[in-house]
């Protein structure tokens, strides 16, 4: 369940910044979506941060370092 958070909080962020791109494109950076986009992309990636670290916090994720 927490890996398929992870996969849908990055596929989210990648949304966002192709649909600020194609805002940018389209607009031409007339209007306020390419901010908003801007806003939800730092938003997701701050809050995929926040889990990544939270379940390594907890233990549910672990890192498997090279010996």
């Not at 997701?44 to 670290?53: F, K, Q, R, T």
């Amino acid at each position: 369940m927490l890996k398929a958070l992870i996969i849908f909080l990055m596929l989210t962020v990648i949304i966002s910044l192709f649909s600020g791109l194609f805002f940018l494109i389209k607009d031409g950076g007339k209007t306020n979506r390419v901010v908003n986009s801007l806003a939800v992309r730092v938003t997701l990636s701050v809050l995929l941060l926040g889990v990544i670290l939270l379940s390594l916090w907890q233990g549910s994720l672990t890192l498997h370092p090279t010996p």
